[in-house]
């Protein structure tokens, strides 16, 4: 038998430009995880509840027909509703230490799961509650009020909704020398990141100018929610859910990266509607959800509840923000 090797060469450096990414995993720029299918395959099942869009540019080594499907679902195609939102991903990226593995429920080959995370329970451990403090608040006697909590979070600063300037709290020395030494210390950062970019310098902004040489007991929180300016006008306050998200991700990151751990704050409507919750808690972010109420959170897991804004403190004047605190993370 005679091979034409000039031929079987050209197939074989041909394939895996033809081939070679399908079913693989891929990642759609802010829009997160995907895996590379047929466009014709990246649609919702009947029964299903989610969103799947296919996004060009990421699948580079196939063909025109082959994109990155992001694929999410809410409810299986039974009709199950899911307890967070499940992703469709090449199952090489989804462990079943943390993720709940669903068939049959995504494009591809079987190569392509739906991979749910975990919610995991918190372990048992006594109720903290904390406080959150920024320039608004004045402290008269500082023991008194360390006495009467477990932890207090301290915002850091904030980015000017109008100009972006980074600023530090005005406050922030003056409660940080108050507190140190009396109770467990944490701090947050009011964000308004229009880009990933922002978000990470944020983070080292933090760490490196702030709180350097400080006491860190919590994970570090990056405080998301309207700007607070007039017509929702702030640079922050048009984000999309995509854009957003990928600020939250990017901030909890290069935190971790500098050494600590890291935290989203947001209310119960905020991480619902305006950040895709699923990829923040794979992220490995502490969760902080705020509700005024004295029903809980319906969000999927968080380790603090701050359920009020009028709460009193002695030592502090006016009303005070207040916090369950359900998990052990500040070393308690």
Request: charged share 20%; hydrophobic share 35%; proline share 4%.
């Amino acid at each position: 038998m005679r091979f034409n090797l000039k031929k079987i060469v050209l197939a074989l450096l041909a394939a895996p430009a033809v081939l070679g990414y399908i079913d693989q995993p891929c990642i759609a720029g802010e829009h997160g995880e995907g895996v590379c299918v047929k466009t014709s395959a990246c649609t919702m099942k009947a029964g299903q509840i989610g969103t799947a869009k296919n996004y060009k540019g990421y699948c580079k080594n196939d063909p025109a027909d082959v994109l990155c499907c992001v694929k999410e679902v809410t409810r299986l195609a039974s009709g199950k509703v899911l307890p967070t939102t499940g992703r469709c991903k090449n199952v090489s990226q989804c462990p079943k230490s943390s993720n709940t593995i669903y068939s049959n429920q995504c494009p591809g080959s079987a190569n392509v799961k739906l991979c749910v995370p975990t919610i995991p329970q918190p372990p048992s451990t006594t109720q903290h509650e904390i406080i959150d403090l920024s320039k608004y608040n004045v402290v008269n006697d500082y023991a008194a009020a360390a006495g009467s909590i477990d932890g207090v979070i301290l915002r850091t600063g904030f980015r000017s909704r109008s100009s972006g300037s980074l600023n530090k709290d005005e406050r922030f020395d003056t409660h940080y020398n108050g507190f140190a030494g009396k109770t467990k210390m944490g701090y947050y950062f009011f964000t308004q990141a229009i880009t990933a970019a922002e978000a990470e310098e944020e983070a080292t902004y933090v760490v490196n100018t702030i709180l350097k040489g400080k006491i860190v007991d919590f994970p570090i929180y990056w405080d998301s929610e309207g700007s607070g300016a007039a017509n929702n006008s702030g640079r922050a306050d048009g984000l999309s859910k995509a854009t957003r998200t990928a600020c939250a991700v990017a901030f909890v990151k290069k935190i971790q990266a500098l050494g600590y751990r890291a935290g989203v704050y947001a209310s119960e409507y905020w991480f619902k509607n305006n950040l895709d919750f699923s990829q923040i808690v794979n992220a490995g972010a502490s969760i902080w959800v705020a509700k005024y109420s004295e029903n809980k959170p319906t969000t999927s897991q968080y380790d603090a509840w701050q359920y009020t804004s009028s709460g009193s403190i002695p030592g502090i004047e006016g009303n005070v923000d207040r916090s369950h605190v359900y998990t052990n993370i500040a070393g308690w």
